[in-house]
């Protein structure tokens, strides 16, 4: 969902739009998180195709991390700037349809997805498993699951999933894992490893890759990122045996947007092999179409978990809050 060159200092950027040689132009204007508009994120390269083809002016708003944009959408309602948001997932996407911001896409695609895709108010742009990753130099035998992780003396960072799309799939990870009779237990073991809970997924990475902590909170498809920009193989995600719990993020147009025909024109093409080659090497997650190239090499060396874990969207949402108390309770003890 979001990588770093890391080094540079892990600076959040907040717009990304290229000036327009006609000021007549319409703009569009996309809400995403803070990574994606980031010099090393899909933002830049995305902007530049987009605007080769709609006779427009896109601008991308980064608004924090994921969790954060439907906070900020409830917060402006239909007085909200932005004509379409990128950067959600199936954790937040019934929460989100239940506000009445969204209006219906009318976008088709052939995804290839995990699972089957209907949503007429959500568009799929990536996809990609959680887990820990670790230095295979500083801990070449990584726990195998959360209760050796709970054994162990390892430091771990991970977000907070009231700001965080991340810290909020750890959250449902330890609930479809362990069920809530369980998942109170588990929080209360971790709570001694956690260093520290940022409020979004740069911040967190940048302490592990400082040294800070033997391992963070981010996604199978993690050490791809290594791999392929740095030549580095010492970065591996932990295979743990519950499982893994899946993101898929998604994008859709605001009922309100100003520009609704160039709001749908960009869905679809967010969906179309210009936008879906960009974010294997930019966003490093699994493309919601695969490119007509394919993945790039590097990615065949992730793991893929035998066991994908994953709630429906309105499951998501009704077990979110008793979720979230029984993290914040193991926390604060």
Same mark, same amino acid.
């Given at each position: 969902m979001r990588y770093p060159t890391l080094a540079a200092g892990l600076l959040s950027a907040t717009a990304l739009a290229v000036p327009a040689a006609n000021a007549d132009q319409p703009e569009l204007i996309v809400y995403t998180y803070d990574s994606f508009v980031s010099d090393w994120g899909p933002g830049p390269a995305v902007t530049e195709a987009f605007e080769e083809v709609c006779d427009c002016r896109l601008t991308l708003t980064g608004v924090g991390d994921g969790a954060a944009l439907l906070a900020r959408l409830q917060l402006e309602g239909d007085r909200a700037a932005a004509d379409v948001v990128l950067g959600l997932d199936t954790n937040l996407t019934a929460r989100a349809a239940a506000t009445g911001l969204f209006a219906e896409h009318g976008v088709e695609a052939d995804f290839d997805l995990p699972i089957d895709w209907d949503d007429a108010l959500f568009l799929p742009f990536d996809w990609g498993w959680f887990a820990f990753v670790h230095d295979t130099n500083r801990l070449p035998e990584p726990p195998a699951n959360f209760r050796e992780l709970i054994d162990s003396d390892l430091s771990i960072v991970i977000q907070d999933p009231r700001s965080s799309t991340p810290g909020l799939g750890l959250m449902m990870w330890v609930e479809a894992a362990y069920g809530e009779d369980e998942a109170a237990e588990i929080w209360g073991g971790l709570a001694p490893r956690i260093l520290t809970v940022t409020s979004g997924w740069s911040e967190a990475y940048g302490l592990f890759l400082d040294g800070e902590a033997d391992m963070v909170l981010s996604y199978t498809t993690s050490p791809a990122y290594h791999i392929i920009a740095e030549g580095d193989d010492s970065k591996a995600a932990a295979p743990f045996d519950e499982g893994h719990y899946m993101q898929i993020e998604v994008a859709g147009m605001l009922a309100s947007s100003q520009q609704p025909d160039l709001a749908r024109q960009f869905l679809?093409?967010? #969906?179309?092999?210009?936008?879906?080659?960009?974010?294997?090497?930019?966003?490093?997650?699994?493309?919601? #179409?695969?490119?007509?190239?394919?993945?790039?090499?590097?990615?065949?060396?992730?793991? #893929?978990?035998?066991?994908?874990?994953l709630f429906s969207d309105v499951e998501a949402a009704t077990i979110r809050d008793a979720a979230l108390d029984r993290w914040r309770n193991a926390l604060v003890q």
């Open positions: 679809e093409f967010m #969906v179309s092999d210009a936008f879906q080659s960009i974010i294997p090497t930019t966003n490093w997650m699994y493309p919601a #179409v695969t490119p007509e190239s394919g993945l790039p090499e590097g990615f065949e060396a992730l793991h #893929v978990p035998e066991t994908s874990l």
